[in-house]
T-cell receptor
């Protein structure tokens, strides 16, 4: 049981490049979340999904797009990366109701 | 979701109880209190949650005041490995709710 797996773990992008971060969960969870964490800061919610085919904006959605075509996968896309998007990105999943959330180990993204 | 207020940092001596407070004065009746922690740069880890009754598990105890406007996470015998950022979150389980974290409390356990 892998839990929540994020791919890749590290990436360096040049300004203007695009990329997609993959979050995969094998627990059949309904809810999935993408966060970013800047140095010394707490987690800020980018986008989330409450089920397959659904997405919603969080606190800091600008510059990011997401898709949840399959229940087990939640993709985070950067269409044109900017240095301000240098951060550690965490994905989480959670079942419906009174349940705990499970987090991936993070993706460290640097935009130069 | 109701907002939470936590002290930015706290220290605790190894072996002593660590008591981490959280204020959630605008909590509504159907919102639960959750606690997570983040050790170094790892992904956050669930600790405990509750609605109105006090809760205890193998990791910690959660004390929620009778008016539910504040709560305290208790680590009964803190170890150096408990040094982490602790997040208090309140959220409902209805209406396709999101899950937002604040800045948390950085707990440092000292020898």
């Amino acid at each position: 049981n892998a839990g929540v797996t994020q791919t890749p773990k590290f990436r360096v992008l040049k300004t203007g490049q695009s990329m997609t971060l993959l979050c995969a969960q094998d627990m059949n969870h309904e809810y999935m979340y993408w966060y970013r964490q800047d140095p010394g800061m707490g987690l800020r919610l980018i986008h989330y999904s409450v089920g397959e085919g659904t997405t919603a904006k969080g606190e800091v959605p600008d510059g990011y797009n997401v898709s949840r075509l399959k229940k087990q996968n939640f993709l985070l896309g950067l269409e044109s990366a900017a240095p301000s998007q240098t951060s550690v990105y965490f994905c989480a999943s959670k079942d419906d109701g009174d349940r705990e959330a499970f987090f991936g180990q993070g993706t460290r993204l640097t935009v130069v | 979701d109701a907002k939470t207020t936590q002290p930015p940092s706290m220290d605790c001596a190894e072996g002593r109880a660590a008591n981490l407070p959280c204020n959630h004065s605008t909590i509504s009746g159907n919102e639960y209190v959750y606690w997570y922690r983040q050790i170094h740069s790892q992904g956050p880890q669930y600790i405990i949650h509750g609605l109105k009754n006090n809760e205890t598990n193998e990791m910690a105890s959660l004390i929620i005041t009778e008016d539910r406007k504040s709560s305290t996470l208790i680590l009964p015998h803190a170890t150096l490995r408990d040094t982490a950022v602790y997040y208090c979150i309140v959220r409902t389980h209805y209406n396709n709710n999101d899950m937002r974290f604040g800045a948390g409390t950085r707990l440092t356990v000292k020898p």
